[in-house]
T-cell receptor, first 109, second 114 residues
Framework: KNEVEQSPQNLTAQEGEFITINCSYS?????LHWLQQHPGGGIVSLFM???GKKKHGRLIATINIQEKHSSLHITASHPRDSAVYIC???????????FGTGTRLQVTL | KAGVTQTPRYLIKTRGQQVTLSCSPI?????VSWYQQTPGQGLQFLFE???????NKGNFPGRFSGRQFSNSRSEMNVSTLELGDSALYLC?????????????FGDGTRLSIL
């Protein structure tokens, strides 16, 4: 079993829908990153959080350290949100980064 | 401010050769980390450098090595290439070492082994 699990693996939504991507981890962490990867490979860091909730535009990330769970929400989804979303857990003394397997999101018109 | 720059973007090599990839961090960033991404294994951490010293290393064979220069630019080298080394290699930079701070990724080098 992977230390960091994401669900769902694939997600198709229609434009305007509310989207939730989940990330759970089995080890203690000090922080968690949410990353976005578009076709072509480049990765953009969306959030880094260690508690509570963060919001940027239509994106919201939450984390519950006790329950070992984080979610990424996209409100009013748009085709340009189509990408792979990856969570990454920071473990050790901030010395190790373990990645989830990614969620491939496709938003259609 | 320029982002993280990786060169080359694409590379084709044959088995047994060696390859060197380059990563220039964002100006002022002193920490550089490297990652391998394959369809089968996903993203995996290779190593982290700070002040020209390797701080951490992932679970990869000794054929994978790296270094960091005094200007924070980093290179990684893979020797005796194998078919399984075909992957997207990404680097990321941050102001300070450790992963409990924002990471800024480059666009990657796509390495194909024939």
């Amino acid at each position: 079993k992977n230390e960091v699990e994401q669900s769902p693996q694939n997600l198709t939504a229609q434009e305007g829908e509310f989207i939730t991507i989940n990330c759970s981890y089995s080890v203690g962490i000090s922080a968690l990153h949410w990353l976005q990867q578009h076709p072509g490979g480049g990765i953009v860091s969306l959030f880094m959080l260690s508690s509570g909730k963060k919001k940027h535009g239509r994106l919201i990330a939450t984390i519950n350290i006790q329950e070992k769970h984080s979610s990424l929400h996209i409100t009013a989804s748009h085709p340009r949100d189509s990408a792979v979303y990856i969570c990454a857990a920071v473990t050790g003394t901030a010395s190790k980064l373990t990645f989830g397997t990614g969620t491939r999101l496709q938003v259609t018109l | 401010k320029a982002g993280v720059t990786q060169t080359p973007r694409y590379l084709i090599k044959t088995r047994g050769q060696q390859v060197t990839l380059s990563c220039s961090p964002i100006s002022g960033h002193r920490s550089v980390s490297w990652y391998q991404q394959t369809p089968g294994q996903g993203l995996q951490f290779l190593f982290e450098y700070f002040s020209e010293t390797q701080r951490n290393k992932g679970n990869f064979p000794g054929r994978f090595s790296g270094r960091q220069f005094s200007n924070s630019r980093s290179e990684m080298n893979v020797s005796t290439l194998e078919l399984g080394d075909s992957a997207l290699y990404l680097c990321a930079s941050s102001l300070e070492p450790g992963f409990d701070q924002p990471q800024h990724f480059g666009d990657g080098t796509r390495l194909s082994i024939l």
